[in-house]
């Protein structure tokens, strides 16, 4: 199982950017995927997931209204369209990957199997 994070970059305070989480090796019909950041000195944060049997999506208060995770079944990828950023969001942004029948809070990073390197974004003010 692998999952591939792309697509981070510098923008400036207020910019967007959309970030890729490419599976292989992994059916995407069972599982959950969700994305976590983490910001230098700073624990493993969630952002959002999307289940992916049903599309439904659920995101962290902070970045309601901002974020915007998608999936795109022909290519086996998870989108995560940042808009609005802001310099405090400067983190590695990692993509994560669970069963969805497993009982958990979706935001404890713990509970999720399977994780891409992740990709540095870094929001300049």
């Known amino acids: 199982v692998q999952l591939q994070a792309s697509g981070g970059g510098v923008v400036q305070a207020g910019g967007s950017l959309r970030l890729s989480c490419a599976a292989s090796?992994?059916?995407?019909?069972?599982?959950?995927l969700a994305w976590f950041r983490q910001a230098p000195g700073k624990e493993r944060e969630f952002v959002g997931r999307i289940r992916w049997s049903t599309g439904s999506t659920v995101y962290a208060d902070s970045v309601k209204g901002r974020f915007t995770i998608s999936e795109d079944s022909v290519k086996n990828t998870v989108f995560l369209q940042m808009n609005s950023l802001k310099p405090e969001e400067t983190a590695v942004y990692y993509c994560?990957?669970?069963?969805?029948?497993?009982?958990?809070?979706?935001?404890?990073?713990?509970?999720?199997?399977?994780w891409g390197h992740g990709t540095l974004v870094t929001v300049s003010s």
């Open positions: 090796r992994l059916s995407l019909n069972t599982q959950t």
């Open positions: 994560a990957s669970r069963n969805s029948l497993r009982v958990g809070n979706r935001a404890d990073a713990s509970s999720y199997e399977y």
